[in-house]
């Protein structure tokens, strides 16, 4: 039993850290770059001795579904994003922002498992979110049973100035996931 929990650990670390490292970063800068970085239009990274010039956010959050169980980018995942509102007066501790009080647009990820311009900087304020990401059909177009029909993303916005980036990692039996950039 501790074997594959080893492999499952090792193999998602690995995918963190190649999802981490960009094709123009050397292992050594991606630790260096912020957890949130302020929004705009056009963002700079100087990597590699060269100005690179990034592509427009899409708005104050985005996402990344990777299938680490193939190695390719999760294609076609309808993601939607909700802010929650605070827990009813008789709620039990510990239950927290439980209600939603508005829905965004749906998105679907696209040819990289990415999917972006859920909301306007406008809409995007402070408060919890939660991200509802629908796997069951992307695994059945693929013939593949899968354990989670859905795995849904509860996170927390402190600064609605910064850029908030959703990473998940699937495959038919597990995920995980982190704050990218």
Not at 6 to 14: E, G, N, R, S, V
Request: charged share 20%; with cysteine; aromatic share 12%.
């Amino acid at each position: 039993m501790e074997y594959p929990l080893l492999i499952m650990k090792l193999t998602a670390w690995f995918c963190l850290y190649t999802a981490s490292v960009s094709a123009h970063s050397t292992p050594w800068t991606h630790w260096s770059l912020p957890l949130a970085q302020p929004r705009s239009s056009n963002i700079k990274t100087i990597c590699e001795n060269q100005v690179v010039e990034e592509k427009e956010s899409g708005g104050p959050v985005s996402c990344h579904v990777l299938d680490t169980s193939v190695g390719k980018p999760g294609v076609e995942i309808n993601v939607t994003f909700v802010r929650l509102g605070p827990a009813p007066a008789d709620s039990r501790p510990g239950e927290g922002c439980v209600l939603p009080v508005q829905a965004f647009v749906q998105q679907t990820t696209d040819s990289d498992g990415r999917a972006a311009k859920f909301m306007t900087d406008d809409q995007f304020t402070a408060g919890t979110y939660r991200a509802h990401f629908a796997t069951k059909k992307y695994f059945e177009e693929r013939g593949v049973k899968s354990h989670y029909p859905y795995v849904e993303i509860t996170f927390d916005v402190a600064d609605p100035s910064a850029h908030y980036h959703i990473g998940l990692l699937i495959t038919p039996w597990g995920y995980t996931t982190y704050r990218g950039s």
